[in-house]
């Protein structure tokens, strides 16, 4: 009788440790992922910093400047006129060969020359493809003047420039859109198969701002 009860203590004792037991043991558990996962932390400041960049330098070319430019305004004015949907190209200093190679490539295709509107991040280039196109609409929206103005050596540079073109692109594509203007978003390094505009793509889509 006496064993019986002795091991009845022993087995309540060691069963009040146990939910201590397992709680040393999920502490553990959370410390060593911790210490795992502490590595990727520096990972995610640099995410936070990267952020932080593309919303400070974003502010100079925000969709509010883009509606307020003058230029741009005249610019949607004649999109608005047109009665087929433009193809809207983007240029700048690294794309003005491309774009000028497609557009001759385009020549085969009747009737899509006449669509083309530009849109350059670049002064200096919208003048130079001028000299090639004077009939095709441009404008620019100059990004040159943000893209100078952020360090060379601010960490994941080119990253944050490629971020704000993406940036940039969305805020003309919103604006375009607040306008009431459908468009194609064209781009340069695609090589067209067939004319895209005798395949009249228009008529099984309602409004819409697409890539071709």
């Known amino acids: 009788m006496a064993d019986f009860s002795k091991s009845i203590f022993y087995s309540g004792r060691l069963s009040s440790k146990k939910p201590c037991l397992l709680l040393i043991a999920f502490l553990l558990k959370v410390a060593r992922s911790y210490y795992d996962a502490s590595p990727s932390f520096p990972k995610w400041q640099r995410i936070g910093r990267v952020i932080s960049n593309v919303d400070h330098y974003g502010k100079f070319l ?90 060379e050596n601010l960490e994941n540079r080119r990253y944050i420039v490629y971020q704000l073109v993406l940036m940039l692109r969305y805020h003309i594509a919103a604006v375009l859109s607040n306008r009431g203007i459908s468009f194609w978003s064209m781009q340069q390094d695609s090589i067209w198969t067939e004319n895209f505009v005798s395949m009249e793509v228009e008529k099984t889509l309602s409004r819409c701002a697409t890539d071709i």
């Not at 608005?80 to 794309?95: A, F, N, S």
């Not at 130079?128 to 929206?141: A, D, G, K, S």
């Open 62 to 151: 925000s969709r509010e400047v883009i509606e307020n430019d003058h230029r741009f305004k005249e610019f949607t004015d004649l999109l608005v006129k047109r009665k087929e949907p433009p193809y809207i190209l983007y240029i700048d200093k690294g794309y003005l060969d491309i774009s000028l190679n497609h557009i001759c490539n385009l020549e085969y295709m009747s009737g899509s020359i006449p669509r083309l509107a530009v849109v350059s991040f670049d002064r200096e280039v919208e003048k130079q493809f001028n000299r090639f196109h004077p009939y095709i609409p441009t404008v620019t929206l100059d990004f040159s003047l943000i893209k100078k103005s952020i360090p």
